[in-house]
């Protein structure tokens, strides 16, 4: 008797907890307008992205964790951003994509103002969460490309030995999040999917720190050699992964401390970057050919 008590408990509980919930979620503040009210369907061409003061909190009582914050990107430029843990470099990426508006500032694309812009055309380009269902549905979930594009693309990758094993072929199953690939086939899938978009502007967050070495070589070869004329922003864990790359940001504490080639960063003597480079050790001969 008393354990059907306790469960004719529970079960009251959830049902007077639902509907505060759904009040809750009804009344929540709109995110911001889905559509573009103008003409956008060239853009962005030339994907040079532009920061200008801007200034990003996560709620409005909540401290400031990018603080006036600018540059500029040039299209097809591929910038390398590091900084220490809590730095503000994901915040970064979370400003651009305005899954918050920033407390002040502007951030342009192509010169557009990205606050004037649909959040769903905005979005359109964000990394793709690996979900349950065939790895077609996944790659190509509106049927836009043919088989043999699909797998032009997963040649590129280098993950075609990893499907042809299988007989499901392209409509093995993909498990959600993408539990039954290693670590480095899911940015590999992540990857052939913005290949295949032909994704003019690619965010890659901590994208390499939780891969292998060999993993990382085909990631960063496929990123220098398959998207030469996209924008290409990333997060890096290993600094070997961003060397070459033709700028690094340094963040610290919310602020933008350092911008310029790797090159000249390498010299500067005291500079974050510069004791990256000294504590990662083994890095200095590449600064010879730079």
């Known amino acids: ?30 995110e911001g307008r889905r559509d573009t009210p103008f003409n ?43 900084g220490r843990t809590g730095a503000g470099k994901s915040s970064l990426i979370m400003t651009l994509f305005r899954i918050n508006d920033e407390a002040a500032g502007e951030i342009a694309i192509d010169g557009v103002d990205i606050a004037t812009i649909g959040l769903k055309q905005l ?20 049927h836009d490309f043919t088989d043999d ?28 999040n993408g539990e039954n690939f290693s670590v ?25 720190a939780a891969i292998d070495h060999a993993t990382d070589k085909v ?9 030469k004329t996209s924008t290409v922003l990333t997060i890096a864990h290993r600094l070997d992964t961003v060397l070459d790359y033709d700028r690094i940001l340094v963040f610290e504490q919310g602020q933008l401390v350092q911008n310029d080639t790797p090159a000249v960063l390498a010299t500067q003597q005291g500079g974050i970057f ?7 050790g083994g890095y200095a001969h590449r600064f010879v050919q730079l």
């Open 219 to 227: 990631l960063q070869k496929v990123i220098r050699e398959e998207l």
């Open 123 to 142: 979005r359109s380009s964000l990394k793709p969460v690996l979900f349950k269902g065939p790895l077609r549905a996944y790659m190509d979930p509106f």
């Open 274 to 280: 510069f004791d990256m480079i000294a504590l990662g």
């Open 1 to 30: 008797m008393d354990s059907r008590f306790r469960r004719l408990w529970a079960n009251l509980e959830t049902a007077l907890i639902a509907p505060e919930r759904l009040h809750e979620y009804a009344t929540l503040p709109s």
């Open 184 to 208: 480095g086939e899911r940015q590999m899938l992540c990857l052939s999917r913005a290949l295949l978009h032909n994704a003019k502007i690619v965010m890659l967050d901590e994208a390499t």
């Open 40 to 82: 956008l369907a060239s853009w962005p061409t030339h994907c040079r992205i532009t920061y200008t003061n801007v200034s990003f909190r996560y709620k409005p009582d909540d401290p400031l964790v990018l603080k006036n914050v600018s540059f500029d990107v040039s299209g097809g430029e591929k910038i390398g951003i590091l």
């Open 149 to 176: 594009q699909l797998w032009a693309v997963l040649k590129k990758v280098q993950f075609t030995d990893r499907i042809v094993v299988s007989d499901a072929k392209l409509e093995q199953e993909v498990d959600e």
